[in-house]
């Protein structure tokens, strides 16, 4: 069984972090209560050693599937990055991804654009997608609650309240 955070486990300061993926893939990580995970850039461990415990994660997915024509641009899952370090987890066919266990909230999936206009990280709105290009991308308490809001995610079970 893994250890789920408690509130005497989160370090201070929490950071919020956004990460891209398509949805299929971004849902897939949530799909089992208590044994969610991350991953971010095709299975890279370097960006997953910038996230903590206790750091709060948004998936945004541009597109249903990976590479798709299929757009979507919707946040899909939120939830606290659990303890411990990155690991290689083996997915079949010689594909060896690094992921970082995360207990997701539940959480309704919300469309991006009605909050562009309200996002911080979001400098010119002519080019927000900007940003989602690096995969994985630290924005502020009230963007990540901006988003939690949409979601109609418990601030409370994210430490946001």
Known sequence: MKHTIS?????????????????EHARRGCAVPQQGFMQVCHGKCAPLKRVQPGDRVAYYAPTVTLGGKDRLQSFVSIGLVQPGVPYAFDMGGGFVPFRRDVVYVPAQEAAITPLLDSFEFVQDRTRWGYSFRFGLFKVSDADMRLIANAMQADAGLLYLA
Do not use: G, M
């Open 7 to 23: 509130l005497f486990d989160l370090p201070a300061p929490r950071q919020n972090w956004i990460a891209v993926a398509s949805a």
